[in-house]
């Protein structure tokens, strides 16, 4: 049995006293614990570091967070200099797995994190962080033990997936041109792009307008296409989105909107900043695709009302901002709902952006009724104890700002043109 090194045994006493402290003697806890590491050999206590942090990352795992979960724990909680110490962290852990074991979206969240192992050896870790970012001994090692803190308290959530070496088949979804589902989900995500991209504001109507029609009209063909093998291989799943402040709750009720809308259920954790949308694979890649499009849409459009002042010359105030995101959302919840209907009854969108009308297939509601039964289970599954929540309304001019903002969205534009 290997013995614990000097080194180790200080990282280790540190990080205990600071996750048992009392919030009223933290402070003393990491400035304690903080001079205890500055002091002693620093080489040998970023080796200990990295290794701690890697069992605490791990430990984080096994409970059901994931790598954008932490990073979003840290972005919540702590300051920029935690942010990309955790990301490294994060990076140092990834080590102990193939990339066979981690799946498609374990994969898509590191690649956002930009997580790499940048530094020459373990030993060397510190000493090279704190010359890229200006940090003394003390700082650093009081930055990292506050994150090793905040990861070491994390409660067990609900996992979302498989966790690294938990055993088991690890889905992945091939990258490359495969008939129907990717092709379909690129010529979204390239529509929605350039909907947040252009200056003008007809044109970001009209390609959201197609995107939306887009996104109903796959789920349906997966539908389809799944009746007509029989039983799906591949039941519902989830994944989590961050939905963080300001103005959290009409965020979330947008993401529901959009969530419902395709076919998906949503679960709202506040107090970690993210909600779980559970559905099938491709809707769930929908979701995220359009909500986050429709969040970058919505702020732009609220900060140019905002802008204006009321005719006394008041500024806007944030119960302006609260309430147009709220009209916003709610607004937007009935134009993809009547969209998904169109789509139902009948409605596809040509080659030529024009939309056409042909007859429903006669398996298509049994299919829908199944898929919605699934994921009805599955959240039943996951969440057995759910409450609801409301919102308050406190400003009609926000309110009716929000709804003409989201009726220029025009979600449901038919025969290629824009409902004005």
Same mark, same amino acid.
């Given at each position: ?44 206590v970023s080796r200990a570091l990295v290794a701690q942090a890697e069992r605490t990352v791990s430990r ?87 994150? /090793?803190?905040?990861? #070491? @308290? %994390?409660?067990?959530? +609900? ?5 690294? $070496?938990?055993?088991?088949?690890? =889905? ?116 995220? /695709?359009?909500?986050? #499009? @429709? %969040?970058?849409?919505? +702020? ?5 009302? $905002?802008?204006?002042?009321?005719? =006394? ?72 104890r759910l409450t609801s929540q409301r919102v308050r309304v406190s400003n009609a001019d926000g309110w ?21």
């Amino acid at each position: 049995m290997r013995q614990q090194s000097t080194a180790e045994a200080l990282v280790a006493q540190a990080v205990a006293q600071v996750t048992g402290a009392e919030p009223e003697r933290l402070d003393l806890a990491l400035d304690t614990g903080a001079s205890l590491l500055a002091a002693a050999d620093w080489s040998e206590v970023s080796r200990a570091l990295v290794a701690q942090a890697e069992r605490t990352v791990s430990r984080a795992w096994t409970v059901g967070w994931r790598p954008a979960d932490l990073a979003r724990m840290v972005r919540r909680e702590l300051g920029p200099v935690h942010q990309q110490l955790g990301v490294d962290l994060i990076a140092a852990e990834q080590r102990r797995h193939p990339a066979a074991a981690l799946d498609r979206r374990w994969h898509e969240q590191l690649r956002e994190l930009a997580t790499e192992v940048w530094w020459d050896g373990d030993g060397a870790y510190l000493a090279e962080y704190a010359a890229r970012h200006r940090l003394d001994r003390f700082a650093l090692a009081t930055a990292a033990l506050e994150l /090793l803190r905040l990861w #070491s @308290l %994390l409660p067990p959530v +609900t996992p979302v997936g498989p966790a690294p $070496g938990a055993g088991g088949p690890v =889905e992945h979804r091939a990258v490359g041109p495969v008939p129907g589902e990717p092709r379909m989900l690129s010529r979204i995500r390239a529509l929605l792009a350039k909907a947040e991209s252009t200056e003008y504001p007809e044109e970001a109507e009209a390609l959201t307008a197609k995107a939306q029609q887009l996104i109903a009209q796959h789920s349906i063909d997966e539908a389809l296409l799944t009746a007509g093998q029989g039983a799906s291989p591949n039941g519902p799943g989830a994944v989590r989105i961050g939905v963080d402040n300001p103005y959290e709750s009409p965020k979330a009720m947008l993401l529901d909107a959009v969530a419902t809308a395709n076919r998906c259920r949503t679960v709202w954790a506040k107090e970690y900043g993210f909600c779980t949308v559970i559905g099938f694979d491709s809707d769930l890649d929908a979701v995220e /695709l359009l909500y986050t #499009s @429709l %969040l970058v849409q919505a +702020t732009a459009a609220m900060q140019r009302a $905002g802008s204006r002042h009321h005719k =006394e010359g008041a500024s806007r105030t944030k119960s302006f901002r609260q309430s147009f995101l709220i009209a916003y959302a709610a607004r937007i919840r009935e134009r993809l709902t009547t969209a998904t209907a169109d789509a139902v009854a009948g409605h596809r969108v040509g080659e030529d952006g024009t939309s056409e009308r042909r007859a429903p297939d006669e398996r298509l509601l049994p299919a829908l009724a199944a898929r919605e039964e699934a994921v009805d289970h599955t959240v039943d599954r996951m969440f057995p104890r759910l409450t609801s929540q409301r919102v308050r309304v406190s400003n009609a001019d926000g309110w009716y700002e929000g709804r003409a903002a989201a009726d220029r969205a025009a979600l449901n534009g038919r025969s290629g043109s824009i409902e004005r």
